[in-house]
């Protein structure tokens, strides 16, 4: 049996030991200490600004949502899931780092959807007051569901 020894000065130990623990300290809040909201998400804290928000892509909207619900964001990507969030990352947001978090989801009527036949909605998905998704969708069965910019369907 070998037995190695060493000596170990406390002082060099202590200042490697606050070197890894402000490296890692800093490594968290870079990358993960951040909230899992996209950047240019708007603030939305109330039913005035959710509406505004809509607005501020061209669309005329019922001043009170048809419907709100929490909703369940999946934990694991579905085909339909990974669809629907490539939609999102096509206008700035993503909904993976919500997987398994419970958010708001804010129903509108659309009024000036151009050449609707059917209701058309506006979708909001909001945590934490941020908008983190949603889409517009043209209930008409040849409807087609888009990101919020009002320049696709015209």
């Known amino acids: 049996m070998l037995v190695m020894t060493a000596k170990v000065d406390k002082k060099r130990l202590a ?29 939305v804290s109330g039913n005035e600004d959710r ?10 909207v019922a001043t009170s949502p048809v419907q709100t619900s929490q909703v369940r964001i999946p934990e694991s990507a ?3 899931f990974t669809r629907y969030n490539a939609l999102q990352q096509s206008q700035g947001y993503d909904l993976s780092p919500y997987a398994g978090k419970t958010v708001m989801r804010y129903v509108y009527t659309v009024k000036n959807y151009p050449g609707a036949t ?35 369907v015209e």
């Open 51 to 60: 509406v505004q928000f809509l607005s501020s892509f061209g669309w005329e």
């Open 78 to 80: 579905s085909q339909v």
């Open 15 to 43: 200042i490697i030991a606050a070197g890894v623990v402000a490296l890692v300290v800093a490594l968290i809040l870079l990358l993960g200490g951040k909230d899992a909201t996209p950047t240019g998400t708007a603030n």
């Open 118 to 152: 059917e209701p058309v909605y506006a979708t909001l998905l909001i945590s934490g007051n941020r908008v983190i998704g949603g889409d517009i969708t043209d209930t008409a069965p040849t409807g087609l569901m888009q990101g919020f910019q009002k320049t696709a």
